[in-house]
């Protein structure tokens, strides 16, 4: 059996990373293209160095751009690809361009498609990683859902075949990986446990705009007088800060460049609280029995929103939301038993 993984953004890396090794303990042959959508350093090597990821056997190099320029030149050269390599399943991840432009190549050329991370939904229905989603569901022939809740989005679509629950490939990771975890960044900021939050942010809605931007940061700021906030800082967001000038802000936030799995995770373990927009770390949060504030109108992980244990929030009201009082118990684990990528290649090898 032979298999393509095709991997781009910071998320994927870490995805593939847990696949890759069940796929060698069952002695499948992987072929790792990565797609360049992330490029510099510390969103793409370090992650192929901390995770041990095998260095991909095609490089894209496609760079920034708009989406449909990303999306366009990643299928272009995919393609060339797989028609060159006639893998028996083509593998996608999660939801970003690179998701898309795979998912389109392969289904085309009559490749079965694999998506890892299927039927999770969020509003804006606008927004690009929810277009990426929706519109690899449709084409997908293996659907691997994280949770139950993904499941029944997709029948609601009408979408049942080819569907599996084989829980989240992150929280596999996680399990894997929680005693390596490093405190190196923890330590040499001379952080206090239990004491800080760490926050990211980089969506095009919350950061693409000044006023949103702006109102985000006044927030924070605000909560920084209170409590000390590390924020390592995605390229897009450090761009757009610098662009619209609202530095001042952030004077008594830690600032950092983004971070690899291992150290970020560190941070994860040892904080308060956490501010976020990613949807990765959301989970990540309560996998390490933290609480996050997602600044975002509505999450792809909605489980954790309804058990009250994560809180989204919005430019107006992240300040009390972080504050709220509201204590809960720790809900059980709603993202399967740690076992997915050893489920996804089971159910692979009975269908190839
Ligand atoms: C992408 C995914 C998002 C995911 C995120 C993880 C899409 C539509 N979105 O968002 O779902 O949560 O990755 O990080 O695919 N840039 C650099 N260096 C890099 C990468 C990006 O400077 O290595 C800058 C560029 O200016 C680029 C911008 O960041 O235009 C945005 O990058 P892009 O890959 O389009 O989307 P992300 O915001 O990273």
């Known amino acids: ?100 432009a795979g998912a389109i190549v392969a289904s085309k050329l009559k490749i079965p498609v694999a998506h890892v991370e299927a039927g999770i939904r969020q509003k804006p229905k606008d927004m690009p990683e929810e277009i990426n989603r929706v519109l690899t569901d449709r084409i997908a022939n293996y659907l691997f859902c994280p949770s139950k809740l993904a499941v029944e989005n997709l029948k609601k679509e009408n979408i049942t075949d080819g569907v599996y629950f084989v829980g989240d490939i992150m929280y596999d990771l996680y399990k894997i990986m929680e005693k390596q975890f490093k405190y190196e960044i923890f330590e040499k900021l001379k952080l206090k446990e239990n004491e800080y939050i760490l926050m990211t942010m980089h969506r095009d809605f919350n950061v693409d705009k000044k006023e949103k931007l702006e109102k985000i940061l006044n927030q924070i700021e605000k909560i920084s007088k209170e409590k000390t906030i590390v924020f390592p800082i995605h390229p897009r967001t450090q761009k757009r800060i610098k662009e619209f000038k609202l530095e001042k802000y952030l004077e008594k936030v830690i600032k950092l460049e983004p971070i690899d799995y291992l150290n970020l995770m560190g941070l994860v373990k040892k904080s308060w609280k956490i501010i976020t927009d990613s949807g990765g770390l959301q989970k990540e949060v309560y996998f390490a029995q933290k609480q996050a504030i997602i600044v975002m109108p509505d999450t792809g992980w909605r489980g954790l929103i309804k058990l009250k244990w994560n809180k989204l929030a919005n430019e107006k009201n992240l300040y009390n939301k972080t504050f709220d009082k509201n204590e809960i118990k720790y809900p059980e684990n709603i993202y399967g038993d740690g076992n997915a990528g050893i489920k996804i290649v089971e159910i692979l090898k009975r269908m190839i």
């Open 1 to 100: 059996m032979k298999i393509i993984s095709l991997i781009g953004a910071r998320p994927q890396f870490i995805k593939e990373a847990v696949l890759h090794k069940e796929f060698e303990k069952n002695g499948i042959k992987e072929i790792l293209v990565h797609s360049g959508q992330h490029y510099d350093k510390n969103m793409s090597d370090i992650f192929f160095q901390t995770l041990n990821i095998k260095s991909p056997d095609y490089y894209l190099n496609i760079g920034s751009g708009n989406h449909g320029e990303m999306t366009g030149k990643i299928m272009i050269e995919f393609e060339k690809i797989v028609i060159k390599e006639k893998p028996d399943i083509v593998l996608v991840y999660g939801d970003t361009n690179t998701t898309l």
